[in-house]
């Protein structure tokens, strides 16, 4: 199993948390992103720098991977490829996506999208804090517990 990180927007506190567990279980990480990304050194963690352009990243990580990898990212089609070509997806929030809920996901995002895009303002996201971390981190804990025996 590997580790992808959607890297771009990919709040910082995610990664460093990333990179302690890749470190502890031993397993390899991949940074994907268009532009650098500061990563420890490390013989588990890398980072791959893609061409600029829309989804280019997330096609990357949908080439390259492999069924069972663990995929981090907090966009909802990327998920719903990942998860339909086999791999599971975390959301930097702490929430799993499989094949229960995805397709869920993926309509209400549509769903919001289509409103946005008729002039309906639907906010954003809260804005990410500790509560957030401390899912994520826990949710990441016990995946990797299952997924690595």
């Known amino acids: 199993m590997q580790i992808w ?4 927007a990919c709040p910082k506190p995610i990664k460093e948390i990333l990179f302690r567990a890749a470190e502890r279980v031993k397993t390899a990480l991949v940074l ?3 532009r650098p990304m500061q990563a420890p050194a490390s013989r588990y963690i890398r980072s791959m720098v893609v061409a600029s352009g829309l ?5 990357t990580i949908v080439r390259l991977l492999q069924p069972g990898d663990l995929v981090i990212t ?3 089609p990327l998920a719903a490829l990942v998860v339909d070509k086999g791999g599971h997806a975390l959301n930097p929030r702490g929430e799993l996506y499989d094949t229960d809920n995805i397709r869920e996901r993926l309509a209400m995002r549509d769903l919001m999208d289509e409103l946005r895009g008729s002039g309906i303002d639907t906010g954003g996201p809260a804005p990410f804090n500790q509560q957030d971390r401390s899912a994520f981190a ?3 804990d016990r ?6 025996k």
């Open 143 to 148: 995946f990797l517990a299952s997924h690595l």
């Open 5 to 8: 990180i959607d890297a771009d």
């Open 138 to 140: 826990n949710q990441l």
């Open 32 to 34: 994907v992103a268009n």
């Open 55 to 59: 989804d280019v990243a997330d096609e």
């Open 74 to 76: 907090a966009d909802i």
